[in-house]
């Protein structure tokens, strides 16, 4: 009750801090009226004048780092707010510049679909680029990368920034004007007053000069990756961020890093999906490992004689699959092995499992696709395929045995890292997204991320009607095709959402047999995604969509005016690029003539319905298949159908609503429509919610442990490859190893009749190929002889220097830790994976899983890092310096063994064209006769 009181006091803490943050908002517009009578090029100059100021004062820059409210900040946000006005005919709306500052501070702002989150993003981005340290947005695909990085580039580069654009295949681009002279003269014209609009849809042609709009069109140029991460701001993909910051820790040289400017601030787009929904998979990049996977094709078959409870036991809650002792006693027979859990069938085993799991837990058309072959995983979150991406550990190798394709070959992990371990690098990180406040705990828990609800520009008019519940799955799908066909035939654009490419295509297979005309967009058909949902908005539309994470592409009522000009362009055999000015402008002004008539009559109708045919087990999925109706104010509605067969409520709860229908009697096709049973549902969810956050934050307490060990790995390569002089470190591996030996054959707590010198001399001998003099006729001291020995050895590395040079040496030594280092951690991340496999089972004996982790993996740490001091020590030693001469005659030898390699496929090209001269002289002699 207190708590109660408090709030209506004093308003929620979200209410208190958007407050506080209107205050400042009310600062940056008072400054719009002075800088609306600037010109273009004078505020141009303003923003130069402010960079210069933010990069030489290094307090100031630090502040904005560590998302401080700087002095500087109101005119920053204004300058920004103006070259949208200028640029694109945007005018931010205060909600806008209220999530820019919650990006700024390093928050998560939630805000709903349609209220212009990338515009909002680039206000928080102008101000922490105004640093010169680096931004990086970072988006769940490439199309929106590329998309906003060019779109909200001609802000940038108006106010004087560099803009880059990292995609995947190394493909990498700048934004640079379309037109750099067109630029120069709009520099030089008055000032452009665009008239207030709605963010997000062109203004009527009537409000503004699209003449003048075209003079700060940017375009995407190809580039190298560096320059786009040299770049003021960066977009991208998260998946190239993470992959692009393991291959700079992989590199033989510094000029081939491509991430120079490190990891100061980034912002996430759609940052439930990336941190939360892919925080379990990790981005590994690998190499082939050489193993045989012909075992999967022997434990696929073993696996489908296998009878499910009386052999294996499944829990598809927890997604495992495990034998019971008779499947084990099975498997046992039909692999001709005395006990399956014997160490040396540890590989057997492991292909067993992974087998039983790809049989039982994963399902083609809903987990992945076969696609020419190939198994393709199919991205759970937003239905898109992921060519590519394998699932690692041998899964992708037991499911192409399942399905009968080419296995390919079982990789070995060479880097790995996750993106909870990769973002958490960030000095500063914020992220947006139109669902964030269902996972608030983990994001704060994890990130340390607050999560502020930003009010929507109008009030949201969105009817969510309650769920309805029928008995069956097919009766379920006779009224979702009911209900399309009602509100097709009344005009109403309707989404329909499915969780699988499976269902998406049953229920499009039930339209075609109603005649109704519909469009599908799933992981089968994602090509067409982003015409497809900007289209979705037009009268009688139905669109049925495999998930809607993080499309990207706001549905808007009567359609989207520039691709429908597009449309119009095409039937006349032009593109934008090909078409004149007045020819597109002709275009885009019917565009817009059509989809304003088309926004009127839906309105009248109800706007857009949206139709969910399941639950997910995440809310957040299911309210942003909601939030794409009822956009910036506009009308709509959203239903769920469900069915007691769902996955869903199957496993959590099913069984007692339908002892429930079958009390009440309820007939056939007539469903249970109740804000109790919106209620069991929404809690069924909030415990799978719960149960998925303990998997992830588990997997990042394992995951914190290897990270830990790759900051040292890491940080140590980064010092080498930065030229750092590793003399005296090698000196002191040197003493480390030295001591090892001692210890062994020459211990100090016993005497010296005791110990073993000739072993102590056969080591050094068979360690560095040195031979270290140590006469055993004289009393030693411990010290004495370990400093005896150590000079001897430094003796012969000094020669060995003197004959190379200093610079060849202290080159010699990079490269050769470097290379020891690799193959070390490529090594020690296999035996990790492994050790993360088996202490999963000393659950059994009371022991914690972790615990033994983090103590076996640190023993695992200390000896690979003993063996980079060995074996680095023992390559440099055994170096072998050649003279000139030498040199030259093995070249020479070299070059003639080529040249007799050439000779002889020259000859045999010779012979082989004889051969044809015959074989077609021949051809045309059997002709004739014939």
């Known amino acids: 009750m207190l708590g109660y009181l408090i709030k209506k006091v004093f308003g929620t803490k979200n209410e208190r801090e958007i407050k506080k943050l209107r205050e400042i908002v009310n600062k940056i517009n008072k400054l719009e009226p002075e800088l609306d009578q600037l010109s273009n090029k004078e505020i141009r100059q303003e923003s130069l004048k402010l960079m210069e100021k933010v990069r030489n004062n290094e307090h100031i820059s630090t502040a904005i780092t560590e998302g401080e409210i700087v002095e500087e900040l109101p005119l920053a946000f204004a300058l920004a707010k103006e070259a949208a006005k200028r640029t694109l005919g945007l005018r931010p709306f205060d909600v806008q510049l209220i999530g820019a500052l919650a990006l700024h501070k390093g928050m998560i702002a939630e805000m709903k679909t349609g209220e212009g989150k990338t515009l909002v993003a680039a206000i928080a981005i102008y101000l922490n680029a105004l640093t010169g340290k680096g931004v990086h947005l970072v988006t769940v695909n490439d199309y929106l990368a590329k998309r906003d990085a060019v779109t909200m580039g001609s802000i940038y580069k108006f106010l004087g920034l560099s803009v880059g654009i990292i995609n995947t295949n190394h493909v990498s681009y700048v934004v640079e004007w379309a037109d750099e002279e067109k630029f120069n003269r709009a520099l030089e014209l008055d000032k452009r007053v665009w008239e207030k609009g709605y963010f997000g849809e062109l203004l009527p042609p009537e409000k503004y000069d699209i003449e003048a709009k075209k003079d700060f069109f940017t375009v995407a140029v190809e580039s190298d990756r560096r320059s786009a991460y040299e770049a003021d701001i960066t977009y991208g993909t998260n998946n190239e961020f993470g992959f692009d910051y393991l291959r700079d820790n992989m590199v033989f040289s510094k000029d081939q890093i491509v991430q120079v400017k490190g990891h100061h601030y980034a912002i996430i787009d759609e940052v439930d999906s990336i941190l939360i929904d892919e925080a379990r998979t990790p981005l590994i ?11 999967y094709y022997m434990t696929d078959a073993f696996v489908k004689t296998l009878t499910k409870d009386e052999d294996y036991i499944v829990d598809e809650k927890n997604k495992t699959a495990v034998l019971t002792e008779k499947g084990v006693e099975k498997a046992e027979k039909y692999f001709n092995v005395e006990n399956l859990y014997d160490p040396r069938n540890v590989d057997l085993l492991h292909a ?15 987990d992945y696709v076969v696609k020419d072959g190939e198994v393709i995983i199919v991205d759970e979150f937003t239905g898109r ?6 699932w690692s550990d041998g899964l992708h190798q037991a499911i192409e045995a399942k399905e009968g394709v080419k296995i390919q070959a079982e990789n070995q992990t060479l880097a790995s890292i996750t993106f909870q371990n990769y973002f958490r690098m960030y000095k500063k990180l914020a992220g947006m997204t139109g669902t964030a406040e269902t996972e608030a705990l983990e994001f704060k828990e994890i990130y340390n991320l607050d999560v502020l609800v930003i009010p929507t520009n109008k009030p949201v008019k969105r009817i969510d009607y309650p769920d309805l519940v029928y008995k069956t799955k097919k009766e379920k799908f006779n009224q979702v095709v009911e209900e399309i066909e009602r509100l097709h035939k009344q005009g109403r654009p309707v989404l329909v959402g499915t969780v699988s490419v499976e269902t998406s295509e049953y229920l499009s297979g039930l339209l075609k047999k109603r005649g109704i005309p519909h469009n599908v967009l799933n992981a089968k058909n994602h090509e067409r995604e982003a015409e497809i949902i900007a289209q979705a908005g037009r009268i009688g539309a139905v669109t049925i969509s495999t998930n809607m994470a993080g499309r990207g592409t706001d549905i808007l009522l009567g359609g989207n005016p520039e691709f429908l000009a597009k449309e119009i362009l095409k039937k006349k055999g032009l593109t934008p690029e090909t078409a004149t000015e007045e020819e597109y402008s002709q275009a885009l002004k019917e565009a817009q003539k059509i989809t304003q008539e088309e ?4 309105i ?9 045919t399941e639950r997910h087990e995440s809310r957040r999925i299911d309210n942003q298949l909601r939030g794409r109706a009822g956009r910036q104010g506009d009308p709509g509605s959203s239903r769920f159908y469900l069915s007691l ?17 079958d009390r009440l009697k309820i007939p056939e096709n007539e469903p249970i429509e109740s804000t109790m049973v919106s209620k069991a549902i929404e809690n069924a969810q909030k415990r799978v919610e719960g149960q998925n956050f303990q998997i992830r934050k588990r997997l990042l307490e394992f995951d914190d442990v290897m990270n830990k060990q790759r900051q040292v790995v890491y940080s140590l390569r980064k010092d080498i490859l930065e030229g750092t002089d590793l003399k005296e470190e090698i000196k002191l591996w040197l003493t480390d190893i030295v001591l090892y030996f001692l ?3 020459a211990p100090a707590e016993e005497y010296q009749e005791k110990w073993d010198l000739e072993e102590l001399r056969k080591s050094f001998k068979e360690w560095l190929g040195v031979e270290v003099d140590i006469p055993s006729d004289r009393e030693w001291d411990r010290k004495e002889l370990e400093e005896h020995i150590i000079k001897q050895l430094e003796d012969y590395y000094n020669q060995k220097e003197q004959q190379l040079g200093s610079s060849l040496m202290r080159e010699f030594e990079r490269y050769m830790t470097l290379q020891v280092l690799d193959s070390l951690w490529k090594d020690h991340l296999h035996n990790l994976d492994r050790l993360r496999e088996s202490v999963y089972l000393r659950g059994y004996a009371q022991r914690d899983p972790l615990v033994e982790y983090k103590k076996e993996s640190f023993e695992l740490f200390e000896d690979m890092m003993f063996k980079l001091k060995y074996n680095t020590l023992e390559y440099l ?6 003279s000139e001469e030498v040199l030259e005659e093995e070249k020479e030898k070299k070059e003639k063994e080529a040249e007799k390699v050439l000779r002889r496929s020259e000859t045999n090209k010779e012979e082989d064209k004889k051969k044809k001269v015959i074989k077609y002289k021949n051809r045309m002699e059997r002709r004739k006769k014939s």
Do not use: C, W
Not at 352 to 366: F, G, K, M, P
Not at 649 to 659: C, M, N, P, S, T
């Open 285 to 295: 990049i690998s190499g082939p490992s050489g193993e045989d996977v012909s075992i």
């Open 599 to 602: 926004k009127q009559k839906v």
């Open 877 to 882: 030693y055994k170096l072998q310096v050649q």
């Open 645 to 661: 067969e769902d996955d869903l409520l199957r496993l959590f709860g099913g069984d007692r609503l339908k002892a429930l229908m």
């Open 385 to 390: 395929l992921m060519p590519g991406r394998r």
């Open 352 to 366: 067993i499992n992974q087998s039983l799991r790809a049989n039982t837990l994963y399902h083609r058309d809903v």
């Open 604 to 612: 009248e109708l109800g706007g857009l319905a949206v139709i969910g």
């Open 743 to 745: 210890d062994r054959y």
